[in-house]
């Protein structure tokens, strides 16, 4: 059951974002206020801003803070994620290509485009994202992540200039920040509630602008492999980390975003071969999938 | 873990000069900027690929990527002391044929046709204006004569079989077609001493200085230092610098292999009438090849014990050619008649088509009757590197895997390295990978390490199975010629194998 470990794990970073009674944690208090409001634990269901209990948060953030610097060492827990990138941004490159027209033959074909990366934790997406000419943001809930991903990048001119931010995507909202492509992946299936998630993301996708999210299926399969295998089986993950209930199928993503004006035009499969260690892009959309879609709206 | 990989050398490194260096025939002046003027301390540069080593395998590797659209952007330099790098190459068509020769398969042709579609003079078109011979049939035999094999390009449904080429012809026509283009920037005439690739590591500081210096201490870019005194930072080194290559020894990448106790003489001979086939017999002590070159010249490779090569080498020329006439027609053993085992007979019921070339008799090649060039001996071994990639480091070529010359493989292997290399490559910029990165070229590793190996294995095979004279041995041999040559599937396996059109073999 090799293949669900290295399914499941590519999630795992955003376990740190959640903790294991499921309870939202992408609250900017990381980077604002160390004590929050304490609120109570009984309700599940909270927002994207809503604060936690600072007791949780601060063992979230100590549990988070110790595998943060281990983002980058390829052999270490993320490996899988590594793994899994390039089979991720051969899509993201061929979907924008060719909806904003790019050459694909290009070593830099994002030139010129405001790509924002929801949710970047240590920059695995954004750096070459931004070595394909983006003009690149990255957000995320956890400062450490933030503080990782910037020194990590300034160390190559290419990537120099990404612009990393300890924050949400709802404060973004606010702020009115507008983006050609927005990318969010491995992040709707730890929030709350994916539809105001959906919107959030819509409001920062310029006009025929593009969103791409990434998540896990609902289904039997992802079931026995994310679930049961990973945390059950092999306690690969703590039990909780994923609810399977708070799965997408792709009709319900599909649907989500069609509430927020964003017609998904593409999608595709991610498939690992433990044979030869490989991920690849496929039909299949039973466990990973990720989505493309543009954002068309009637009234400016 | 990562290790500091940092190596100074002292002295000069000792490279096997002889056979592999490609000399000018003019005496022209050096271009290269820093030739003169070897200020130490002089402004370090970056670069995206450093190759080290610009022979056949390091150009072609030059020019396949500045053939690709993702990758002609790149910087790239090659750093290799040879002059002819640096000279204007006029090779003059009267000129008397080097010994030096390559066997390029039909595989290795398209590769070569395919990287030069650019610009006017195609890098193989070059080849094709200056001396090169492409054969379409092959007879081998040994000295027993139980049994011969020809191998006709017919029978796999090709055209031929593959050419041979002058080195000097293949360097000077890739170095003039990847001068064309934008990809090289400079060429540093000089040697390798030391190479330095640090552990990743980040800074504390959030605001790094971008300065090369700091990308080297944090393990973005590998340092390289020259002989005259030159640095260079590169975010990638290539080792294309042949079999005793200082980029693999600096990159502690270990070797496995053995020494043959054989040397291989080369030289270049001359025929009344013209050549079109290649020829080779398995002697007592090896083989010995005769490969046309075009023009009635043909070019020998007759592997033997280390004492008969200083023998052969230091005898008159008569006496050589009389020696090496003498070793293709009667010498050693009888001519083979296929009637011994059978004839082809035996096997009709096995053939998948009727292979013509089976029915061809045997022919005894034609004679020597002049000796064109110097004879040049060098010793024999197998050697293949431990991992062909390292972090910011990629083998190719000689450097990764050196075999026996006996079937004309090894530059075809090279060829083949330098090919799926500037493909990984092309695919990681693709997706934004920086090109250093040990995930991104262990993909080259998987895809060239098992057909190399499986190429090493079957010629260290054939190299074993014919250094041994032992009565069954010698039938069981025979009998599996025998079959080679008339069981036409198999045939058509073996021609496909060897052009390079399958990656293993027998699985068609």
Redesign the interface.
């Known amino acids: 059951m090799a293949s669900s470990k290295l399914l499941s794990q590519p999630r795992w970073h955003r376990l740190l974002g959640t903790n294991l009674f499921n309870v939202r944690l992408f609250s900017d208090l990381a980077s604002q206020h160390p004590v929050s409001d304490p609120e109570p634990k009984s309700n599940n269901k909270f927002k994207n801003t809503s604060s936690t209990p600072s007791s949780l948060k601060e063992a979230e953030l100590a549990k988070f803070a110790a595998i943060a610097d281990t983002w980058w060492d390829s052999e270490g827990p993320f490996k899988p994620l590594h793994k899994m990138n390039p089979t991720r941004l051969a899509f993201i490159r061929s979907t924008l290509c060719r909806h904003f027209r790019k050459d694909p033959l290009s070593a830099r074909p994002f030139e010129g485009l405001r790509i924002i990366d929801v949710g970047c934790g240590g920059g695995i997406l954004s750096e070459p994202l931004a070595r394909m000419g983006a003009i690149v943001t990255g957000i995320d809930a956890i400062e450490k992540n933030i503080k990782i991903a910037r020194i990590h990048a300034n160390l190559d001119p290419t990537t120099s200039n990404i612009e990393y931010c300890c924050t949400t995507a709802e404060k973004l909202v606010d702020e009115q920040r507008q983006f050609d492509a927005v990318i969010a992946l491995e992040v709707i299936e730890h929030v709350a509630d994916p539809a105001e998630f959906c919107k959030s993301l819509s409001a920062l996708t310029a006009h025929e602008g593009a969103t791409v999210v990434s998540t896990i299926n609902r289904s039997m399969r992802s079931y026995a492999t994310a679930i049961v295998a990973a945390e059950y089986l092999l306690h690969w993950l703590p039990k909780g980390t994923h609810q399977w209930s708070s799965f997408l199928t792709p009709e319900e993503l599909t649907m989500i975003l069609k509430h927020c004006s964003i017609h998904v035009r593409e999608m595709a499969g991610f498939v690992f071969n433990p044979i030869t260690g490989r991920w690849s892009l496929s039909d299949d959309i039973s466990v990973n999938f990720i989505a493309f879609g543009t954002k068309e709206t009637h009234e400016e | 873990m990562n290790r500091i990989l940092t190596t100074k050398a002292g002295s000069n490194v000792n490279r096997l000069r002889i056979p592999w260096r490609p000399f000018s025939n003019d005496a022209a002046p050096v271009i290269c900027p820093n030739a003169g003027n070897p200020e130490k301390g002089s402004e370090a540069e970056q670069y995206d690929i450093a190759i080290v080593g610009g022979g056949m395998v390091g150009l072609a590797l030059a020019c396949s990527l500045a053939s690709k659209?993702?990758?002609k952007?790149l910087n790239v330099v090659i750093v290799d002391s040879n002059p002819a790098l640096g000279a204007k190459h006029f090779i003059k068509k009267d000129d008397l044929p080097d010994p030096r020769v390559s066997t390029i398969t039909p595989a290795t042709i398209s590769f070569l046709k395919a990287i030069a579609y650019i610009a006017d003079i195609g890098a193989w078109r070059f080849v094709e204006q200056h001396r090169h011979a492409y054969f379409d049939k092959m007879q081998v035999w040994d000295y027993t004569g139980l049994s011969y094999a020809k191998y006709n390009a017919r029978d796999a449904d090709k055209e031929v079989l593959g050419c041979v080429v002058e080195n000097k012809v293949l360097l000077s026509s890739l170095l003039s077609h990847v001068q064309n283009t934008e990809l090289l920037k400079k060429i540093y005439p000089s040697r390798l001493t030391s190479m330095s690739i640090l552990p990743?590591s980040?800074?504390?500081e959030?605001?790094?200085t971008?300065s090369m210096t700091?990308?080297f201490t944090?393990g973005?870019l590998a340092k390289l230092e020259l002989e005259d005194g030159n640095s260079l930072y590169a975010k990638l080194v290539v080792g294309a610098d042949g079999g005793k290559s200082r980029v693999r020894e600096l990159a502690g990448i270990r070797t496995t292999g053995w020494n043959y106790s054989q040397n291989a003489i080369i030289c270049t001979v001359e025929h009344a009438v013209e050549n079109h086939c290649a020829w080779q017999r398995f002697l007592p002590s090896g083989p010995l090849a005769l490969l046309p070159i075009g023009d009635k010249f043909s070019n020998i490779v007759w592997t033997m014990t280390p004492k008969e090569s200083s023998d052969f080498k230091s005898m008159t020329e008569d006496d050589f050619l009389k020696a090496v006439n003498h070793a293709l027609d009667y010498g050693y053993g009888p001519h083979p008649t296929s009637s011994i085992l059978g004839g082809s007979e035996l096997f009709s019921w096995l053939k998948g088509g009727i292979s013509s070339s089976a029915n061809d008799c045997f022919e005894v090649p034609p004679k020597v009757v002049k000796l064109a060039s110097e004879r040049m001996a060098f010793p024999l071994s197998l050697r293949h590197a431990n991992d062909y990639v390292s972090k910011r480091v990629a083998l190719i070529g000689d450097a990764a895997h050196t075999v026996h010359p006996l079937a004309g493989q090894g530059v075809n292997l090279g060829f083949g390295d330098a090919s799926s290399l500037s493909s990984v490559i092309s695919?990681?910029?693709?997706?934004?990978?920086?090109v250093g990165?040990?995930?991104l070229l262990k993909k080259y590793e998987a895809d060239r390490k098992p057909a190399n190996i499986m190429m090493m294995a079957i010629l260290d095979g054939f190299q074993k199975a014919y250094s041994v004279d032992f009565g069954p041995l010698n039938i069981l041999r025979a009998a599996a010629f025998h079959g080679a040559n008339h069981i036409s599937p198999l045939k058509r396996s073996i021609i496909s194998y060897a052009s390079g059109e399958l990656r293993l073999p027998l699985f068609a």
């Open positions: 659209p993702l990758t952007h990743n980040s800074s504390s959030v605001n790094s971008l700091s990308l944090h973005r695919e990681g910029i693709a997706v934004g990978t920086d990165e040990v995930r």
